[in-house]
């Protein structure tokens, strides 16, 4: 059973960097048949669906959403089967649940979510 947690702080101040860690299990981040993704909803926005922010392949090679490739990061530790994301400059607009998802056939594992509020 493949498994997916996130982990982070819940509130973050503007103009800091927000990093979320997703824990794996029941599967490894460097096999070759998938992809791990960061996505994320806002609860004020639910008209606008999720937003994928990027992803991380099986060999380290990241890919970004354009709109936010320039403050997004995403690594990983393999030794802990963990995957980040790092969202800098972060605004009240970045307030949203984010998920960490395993891409096989389609997003077919996610974590629970995690809420992150941005506010001083």
């Known amino acids: 059973q493949v498994q997916l947690q996130e982990s982070g702080p819940g509130l973050v101040k503007p103009s800091q960097t927000l990093t979320l860690t997703c824990t794996v299990s029941?599967?490894?981040?460097?096999?070759?048949?998938?992809?791990w993704n960061w996505i994320r909803q806002s609860p004020e926005s639910p008209g606008k669906g999720l937003e994928w922010m990027g992803v991380i392949t099986y060999d380290g090679s990241t890919y970004y959403n354009p709109s936010l490739k320039s403050r997004t990061s995403i690594s990983r530790d393999t030794s802990k089967n963990q995957f980040s994301l790092q969202l800098a400059s972060v605004t009240p607009e970045d307030t949203a649940v984010y998920y960490c998802?395993?891409?096989?056939?389609?997003?077919?594992?996610w974590g629970q979510g995690t809420q992150v509020t941005v506010s001083s």
């Open positions: 998802a395993r891409e096989g056939v389609g997003y077919d594992y």
């Open positions: 029941g599967d490894s981040i460097t096999s070759t048949y998938v992809t």
